[in-house]
Structure formats: C-alpha cells, structure tokens
C-alpha cells in the first residue's frame, strides 16, 4: 500500500516535470499504481488508518506526487451530504484533459494544501468554478465529466502535478490575499 513515505516533497524533481500520457492496455503494473492510489485516498480519509499509518488526508493525488512521471491522478471527494453514503466524486482519470470550462472562478476560502507540501502556504487559489474533463478510464474507455466547486477544484489541482505546476504557482505574490473581481468563495458563510 501507498504511504507518506511514497509521496515526494516540494524541491524534487518529478513534481516540476511534464508527465508522459499513458496508452492502453495499461501494463499491470500501471494498473495496480492507479488502484493504489485511490486506496489511499480511501484509506487517508479513515480515521483509523491514517492514524495507523501515519497518513495525511487528502482527495486528491496525482502519479508524479508518487515519482512516476505518467498522466493518471486519483481522486475521491466524498459526499458532504449525510443521507447520501456514495462518494460525491471517485475515480482514477488517464490523460485527463480539461475541454471547457467556465469564465466563472472559484477558489477555496481556507486556501490549497498539498501532500507534497510539508507547510501552509496562505493565499487564495483561483480556479475554474466549472470544467469538463475528457479522460480515459482503466479499461481505456473514454469518459467525459462535468464538475463544479470543490470536486473542480480538486480535478484541477491534480491535472496541474501532470505539468509541474504547484498550487502555490497560482497565487498573486504581490497580495496573496487578494481576490480577483468577481470570484467566487467556497467554504465561506455565503456558500
Ligand atoms: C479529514 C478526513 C481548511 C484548510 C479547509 C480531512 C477526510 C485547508 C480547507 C479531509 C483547506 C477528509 C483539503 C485540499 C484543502 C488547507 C488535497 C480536509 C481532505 C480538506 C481534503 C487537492 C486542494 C486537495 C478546504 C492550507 C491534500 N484538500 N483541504 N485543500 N479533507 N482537504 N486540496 N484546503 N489550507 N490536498 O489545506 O487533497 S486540491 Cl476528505
Ligand atoms: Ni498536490
């Protein structure tokens, strides 16, 4: 199983590189990474487990981030809503690639974190509030999702790691704090 011990830290290599698009059939062992990864998604967000194992929660993780410089990224965002058990969104995206998106921008009000970033980097992470993402599946199957809000952000944010973008790439230097006009802020009272 994937543990912190896995995941690389800001300042290595991998996580400033592009990563190379996978082609199917998906080798065994590119198989068993992806499902890899979003047993650890799972297994971060369970109390008793990432206890266990010493694991950082997280929704969302991208191949790099594990030192494999390939397009596949994981994510799971479970549903906020308590009569709903299904995960809001869940799944290992291949080549993913964002198609449209809104003009509309979000960003979360408590800012972006990061597994392979051991501090808190304050500062406003502006991101498309919605997007369509094309994506191949394990099987190679070609998918088409439409997100918005947190699941977006997530998706985009991990999509990023493909391109060696950091979220901290993202905010203004000048005014981390500062919003652009118009955007909108998740995780506030007005939500
Ligand atoms: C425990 C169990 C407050 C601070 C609020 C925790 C289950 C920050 C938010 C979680 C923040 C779960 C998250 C991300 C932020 C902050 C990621 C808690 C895990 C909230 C996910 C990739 C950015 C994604 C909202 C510096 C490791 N995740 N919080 N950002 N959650 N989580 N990101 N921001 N401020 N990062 O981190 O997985 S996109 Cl689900
Ligand atoms: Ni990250």
């Given at each position: 199983m994937i543990t912190m011990n896995d995941v690389i830290r800001e300042g290595h290599p991998t996580l400033r590189k592009k990563a190379?698009?996978?082609?199917?059939?998906?080798?065994?062992?590119?198989?068993?990474?992806?499902?890899?990864?979003?047993?650890?998604?799972?297994?971060?967000?369970?109390?008793?487990?990432?206890?266990?194992?010493?694991?950082?929660?997280?929704?969302g993780i991208a191949a790099p981030q594990v030192d494999v410089s390939k397009r596949l990224i994981a994510v799971h965002v479970p549903s906020q809503d308590e009569e709903n058990p299904d995960p809001e969104f869940s799944s290992v995206l291949i080549n993913p690639k964002i198609v449209s998106h809104s003009v509309q921008q979000t960003c979360l009000a408590d800012g972006e974190g990061c597994l392979s970033v051991d501090r808190e980097v304050p500062g406003y992470v502006p991101r498309h509030k919605?997007?369509?993402?094309?994506?191949?599946?394990?099987?190679?199957?070609?998918?088409?999702?439409?997100?918005?809000?947190?699941?977006?952000?997530?998706?985009?944010?991990?999509?990023?790691?493909?391109?060696?973008?950091?979220?901290?790439?993202?905010?203004?230097?000048?005014?981390?704090?500062?919003?652009?006009?118009?955007?909108?802020?998740?995780?506030?009272?007005?939500?």
């Open positions: 190379d698009a996978l082609s199917f059939p998906l080798d065994s062992e590119m198989r068993k990474l992806a499902e890899d990864m979003l047993e650890f998604l799972i297994n971060s967000q369970d109390p008793d487990m990432a206890e266990k194992y010493e694991l950082r929660p997280g929704v919605r997007v369509t993402v094309d994506y191949y599946d394990l099987n190679g199957e070609k998918k088409k999702v439409r997100l918005r809000d947190f699941p977006a952000i997530v998706v985009q944010h991990e999509i990023d790691h493909l391109n060696g973008v950091m979220f901290y790439d993202r905010i203004d230097p000048d005014n981390p704090l500062a919003l652009p006009d118009d955007i909108d802020v998740l995780g506030t009272v007005e939500e």
